[in-house]
Nanobody, 124 residues
Framework: QVQLRESGGGLVQAGGSLRLSCAAS????????MGWFRQAPGKEQEFVAA????????YYADSVKGRFTISRDNAKNPVYLQMNGLKPEDTAVYYC?????????????????RGQGTQVTVSS
């Protein structure tokens, strides 16, 4: 079993930046693709970004491309989400997610392991 815990959320003005972190614990954590999802009030959870385990390939939702950067440090906290140029529409609960799909996979769906989420609020 893998447990994920997000941190770094908060309140920021439009145009500002936040950096989310995700810490993993539990069984041996290797060959996991990592992703970030978000859920705004009254909306379904949506994909934000993902990164593969070994090659560092990344993929972003069109709505955040060029503003958000996903990265990972496999030796420490496994994944980060640097969010720049934040907009009010980025307001949501952000969830870290993991999928043990192999060394270089980069799924956009699945991710059976998810954290409890961290709130990001962007004021206009």
């Amino acid at each position: 079993q893998v447990q994920l815990r997000e941190s770094g959320g908060g309140l920021v003005q439009a145009g500002g930046s936040l950096r989310l972190s995700c810490a993993a614990s539990g069984r041996s954590f290797s060959r996991y693709a990592m992703g970030w999802f978000r859920q705004a009030p009254g909306k379904e959870q949506e994909f934000v970004a993902a990164i593969s385990w070994s090659s560092g390939r990344t993929y972003y939702a069109d709505s955040v491309k060029g503003r958000f950067t996903i990265s990972r440090d496999n030796a420490k906290n496994p994944v980060y989400l640097q969010m720049n140029g934040l907009k009010p529409e980025d307001t949501a609960v952000y969830y870290c997610a993991a999928d043990q799909c192999g060394m270089s996979c980069l799924p956009l769906t699945g991710y059976p392991y998810r954290g409890q989420g961290t709130q990001v609020t962007v004021s206009s």
